[in-house]
């Protein structure tokens, strides 16, 4: 059965955990841009995703050594004293940049502690890891289409401190959940050091040819595709369209998203990569139809088929994640995992503008288009990724036992 107690408890901690997300980067556009402009915005949000990309790591090995839970509960717990600073600072008056700053700082840090906890929890909770993926998937689709509506309206009507009162209290309802979930004891391990940990961690996760090769066009993907698609699209499509036809188009993505997280939950692959590495040829159509000055229609077809793709794509990625790497290091391998495939985009984001200068916005995004299709043409043409089979049900079984 899917839905049990603890699967349930495990899905509210992190639907509500992406809703506060979500508003999150909207409450830093919106309230931080109108006081401190896009520079302070940028300062914001890249002091968040440093501090992630350096403690990833570290996070994997901690929560190998002493349990996910624990870790994700703490992280919980700090990033609702960070958000509720800076609700209180918006209270009272305008907030410095030096502690929005500072507060973001400390959300990036405690996000990498609570990530890799994220893939090893969902074998825990469910003998079925494939439908629980797909379920949250959707849920995260809902999600990230009501945080930033939310957002917006709230601040529209009350100005930044509610928004981020909001946000902390998704901290604590996630951090209950999860300290309901009941689970089986686990026993810190000892005699190593971290420095060996973390090599353990990456001999697991070299020895995976199906996984650092997929990393690896992640890695390509954020510098040329994902991290500048945002950027060069908002600029691009606003300049030609109008802004509400960005908003249209986001919307339309994460229709895409559900659909292909409903899709993902009917279908299971016997090669869920391959099956992933077809679906994904659907990105491409998006920063094409952008390149290619597509219709307002042809703009909408095209992000939700990208929205789909991903979707399809992140449930056949993290459930053979889940279901190939032994528990005993999965928290280590998913650390370097999430390190390399997001390690990339603050590259592809900064150099977006130099690229627009020089090469020109919707050229880039041609080339951009191009290189999706030939990274999906890579990962069917490797046998690890394209052979790989869907783990059989007993070792998905064997997760639940008690160790």
């Not at 703490?74 to 507060?103: E, K, M, N, Y």
């Given at each position: 059965m899917l839905w049990s107690r603890n699967f349930l408890y495990f899905f509210v901690a992190r639907t509500v955990s992406v809703f506060g997300d979500a508003m999150f980067t909207v409450a830093s556009a919106l309230a931080i841009g109108a006081v401190y402009g896009s520079t302070g915005v940028g300062f914001t949000l890249a002091a968040w995703m440093i501090p992630f990309l350096c403690c990833i790591l570290?996070?994997?090995?901690?929560?190998?050594?002493?349990?996910?839970?624990?870790?994700?509960?703490?992280?919980?717990?700090?990033?609702?004293?960070?958000?509720?600073?800076?609700?209180?600072?918006?209270?009272?008056?305008?907030?410095?940049?030096?502690?929005?700053?500072?507060?973001?700082?400390?959300?990036?840090?405690?996000?990498?502690?609570?990530?890799?906890?994220?893939?090893?929890?969902?074998?825990l909770v469910s003998s079925d890891p494939h439908r629980a993926n797909a379920v949250i998937k959707v849920a995260y689709s809902f999600a990230q289409l009501l945080g930033p509506a939310a957002a917006g309206l709230l601040y529209g009507l009350f100005g930044a401190a509610p928004v981020y009162v909001v946000d902390s209290a998704t901290f604590v309802i996630s951090g209950v959940c999860l300290a309901l979930l009941r689970l089986p004891p686990v026993t810190a391990t000892a005699g190593s050091t971290m420095l060996r940990d973390l090599s353990v961690g990456w001999q697991e996760f070299r020895s995976r040819t199906w996984m650092w090769s997929v990393i690896l066009v992640w890695a390509a993907y954020g510098i040329v595709l994902i991290g500048p698609l945002v950027p060069l699209g908002s600029v691009l499509?606003?300049?030609?369209?109008?802004?509400?036809?960005?908003?249209?188009?986001?919307?339309?993505?994460?229709?895409?998203?559900?659909?292909?997280?409903?899709?993902a939950l009917r279908v299971r692959p016997i090669r869920p990569l391959a099956a992933g590495a077809v679906a994904m040829f659907g990105y491409a159509l998006l920063p094409l139809a952008i390149a290619l000055r597509g219709s307002f229609t042809i703009l909408l077809v095209a992000a939700a088929v990208n929205g789909l793709a991903w979707a399809f794509w992140g449930v056949m990625w993290q459930t053979t994640v889940q279901t190939q790497v032994s528990p005993e290091v999965l928290n280590r391998v998913t650390s370097y995992?999430?390190?390399?495939?997001?390690?990339?985009?603050?590259?592809?984001?900064?150099?977006?503008?130099?690229?627009?200068?020089?090469?020109?916005?919707?050229?880039?995004?041609?080339?951009?288009?191009?290189?999706?299709?030939?990274?999906?043409?890579?990962?069917?043409?490797?046998p690890a990724v394209r052979n790989l089979r869907q783990a059989p049900a007993p070792q998905r079984d064997l997760m639940l036992k008690p160790s």
């Open positions: 570290l996070g994997g090995v901690l929560a190998d050594r002493f349990s996910a839970r624990p870790l994700m509960i703490g992280a919980d717990v700090v990033r609702l004293f960070a958000q509720g600073t800076i609700a209180a600072a918006f209270f009272v008056g305008t907030p410095s940049l030096w502690l929005l700053v500072v507060c973001s700082a400390v959300s990036g840090a405690a996000a990498a502690m609570f990530q890799p906890g994220v893939n090893s929890m969902v074998p499509i606003s300049e030609r369209l109008g802004a509400p036809a960005y908003g249209w188009m986001q919307s339309a993505i994460g229709a895409g998203t559900i659909i292909g997280g409903l899709i995992e999430v390190f390399g495939s997001n390690g990339s985009l603050p590259i592809g984001q900064a150099l977006s503008g130099v690229m627009m200068r020089f090469v020109g916005g919707e050229r880039m995004l041609g080339i951009s288009a191009v290189i999706s299709v030939l990274g999906c043409a890579v990962l069917l043409c490797i």
